[in-house]
């Protein structure tokens, strides 16, 4: 193809995927910023340049550098039960720094139940349009809010936004993310467990190949290990994170010579609450149970469980407080750590026994 044709249809974003780099590093050799790329990748992507007679569009970029204060929220799921809380930290944020936000809601759960988790194809028919449609509305920077942890492919701006993840992962790893410590969560709640005399201790855990679930049992491990406490893999019960999961795992567990339970989540614990009363047996009395998340069922059931609050307004606040960061010192930064993991902390209730 003449390199004339080429000029009107060439973008930054196809010189990033030719040298399988991000937008953000073809800018930064474009704009000068050696000192960000490796000469050899600076190399390859000027060649690149060379060959397809690619010309930055300046026009777009200049009316890019007029500032909206505003950031565009790109949230897979609004029925999450942790994205309003998200969400209300970024509110927080940028209320203080005077931004203003736009929602866009891809409706993954709502529209595909669990499917879109499994099939890329059919997540990327959501993604993309959403993206485009960010850049075409000029904000100043994306704000991506995961339903769960999880990592997502092609999040780029064909406008070279600025884009900062929560509750998920970017595969571009120059990308900032803001996500849970479940390896500290983990660790800490067997801590608390073996504090209370617990050492043989059941866990009911999500799927076995989700990340929530994987980190928090590299936390159990490694606080197991700490306390001369042998790792028995055969006391993990992998279910679904909801009540049929944790009634199903505690099921499989109650015959196990256990005396107290870790639920991955207060959904699960609800599930652990109503096969011990099947049972006739007490939880907090016969069988300690531990939940995950803190959300209302927590304080609901009897007793209440004891479990963990997720700092879920923190997560948003610290990604909104970020993004403003990159939209308005852009240059400000070297090589900073773009993996932010934020601990939850113990809420200490009636469900766990001390023996």
Same mark, same amino acid.
């Given at each position: 193809? @003449? $390199?004339? #044709?080429? +000029?009107?249809?060439?973008?930054?974003?196809?010189?990033?995927?030719?040298?399988?780099?991000?937008?953000?590093?073809?800018?930064?050799?474009? #704009?000068?910023? $050696?000192?960000?790329?490796?000469? +050899?990748?600076?190399? $390859?992507?000027?060649?690149?340049? +060379?060959?397809?007679?690619?010309?930055? #569009?300046?026009?777009?970029?200049?009316?890019?550098?007029?500032?909206?204060?505003?950031?565009?929220?790109?949230?897979?799921?609004?029925?999450?039960?942790?994205?309003?809380?998200? =969400?209300?930290?970024?509110?927080?944020?940028?209320?203080?720094?005077?931004?203003?936000?736009?929602?866009?809601?891809?409706?993954?759960?709502?529209?595909?139940?669990?499917?879109?988790?499994? *099939?890329?194809?059919?997540?990327?028919?959501?993604?993309?349009?959403?993206? @485009?449609?960010?850049?075409?509305?000029?904000?100043?920077?994306?704000?991506?809010?995961?339903?769960?942890?999880?990592?997502?492919?092609?999040?780029?701006?064909?406008?070279?936004?600025?884009?900062?993840?929560?509750? /998920?992962?970017?595969?571009d790893k120059e990308i900032p993310t803001f996500r849970l410590d479940d390896v500290s969560g983990g660790y800490d709640v067997t801590k608390y467990l073996v504090s209370k005399g617990h050492k043989h201790i059941g866990v009911i855990a999500g799927e076995y190949d989700n990340t929530h679930t994987v980190n928090r049992i590299i936390g159990i491990q490694k606080a197991m290990f700490e306390e001369g406490i042998l790792f028995d893999p055969s006391l993990i019960e992998y279910s679904t994170w909801n009540k049929a999961g944790g009634y199903n795992g505690?099921?499989?567990? =109650?015959?196990?010579?256990?005396?107290?339970?870790?639920?991955?989540?207060?959904?699960?614990? /609800?599930? /652990?609450?109503?096969?011990?009363?099947?049972?006739?047996?007490?939880?907090?009395? *016969?069988?300690?149970?531990?939940?995950? *998340?803190?959300?209302?069922?927590?304080?609901?059931?009897?007793?209440?469980?004891?479990?963990?609050?997720?700092?879920?307004? +923190?997560?948003?606040?610290?990604? @909104? &407080?970020?993004?403003?960061?990159?939209?308005?010192?852009?240059?400000?930064?070297? $090589?900073?750590?773009? &993996?932010?993991? =934020?601990?939850?902390?113990?809420?200490?209730?009636?469900?766990?026994?001390?023996?």
């Open positions: 193809m @003449a $390199k004339r #044709n080429m +000029e009107s249809v060439v973008t930054i974003k196809d010189i990033a995927a030719s040298c399988g780099v991000s937008i953000s590093t073809v800018s930064n050799v474009l #704009n000068g910023k $050696k000192n960000k790329v490796s000469e +050899e990748m600076s190399a $390859k992507i000027r060649a690149e340049v +060379e060959r397809t007679g690619y010309r930055p #569009n300046y026009l777009a970029k200049s009316l890019r550098s007029i500032s909206t204060k505003t950031i565009g929220i790109i949230a897979e799921d609004l029925i999450v039960f942790s994205s309003p809380s998200i =969400i209300e930290g970024v509110m927080n944020c940028c209320e203080e720094h005077g931004y203003n936000v736009v929602i866009e809601n891809m409706r993954l759960f709502g529209r595909w139940s669990g499917r879109w988790m499994h *099939d890329e194809a059919l997540f990327q028919s959501a993604l993309q349009p959403v993206l @485009a449609k960010m850049d075409a509305m000029n904000v100043d920077g994306i704000l991506y809010v995961g339903g769960h942890e999880h990592t997502v492919n092609k999040l780029i701006s064909a406008n070279n936004l600025p884009i900062v993840m929560s509750y /998920a992962i970017a595969a505690m099921r499989a567990l =109650i015959d196990k010579d256990i005396t107290a339970v870790f639920c991955m989540s207060d959904a699960i614990a /609800a599930g /652990a609450y109503a096969f011990l009363k099947e049972k006739g047996m007490k939880p907090g009395e *016969d069988i300690s149970i531990m939940g995950y *998340d803190n959300q209302d069922i927590a304080s609901f059931l009897t007793p209440e469980v004891t479990t963990v609050a997720l700092p879920l307004p +923190e997560i948003g606040y610290k990604a @909104a &407080d970020k993004i403003i960061e990159m939209i308005e010192t852009p240059l400000s930064a070297g $090589k900073q750590i773009t &993996d932010i993991r =934020i601990k939850g902390n113990i809420i200490e209730r009636k469900s766990v026994k001390t023996i």
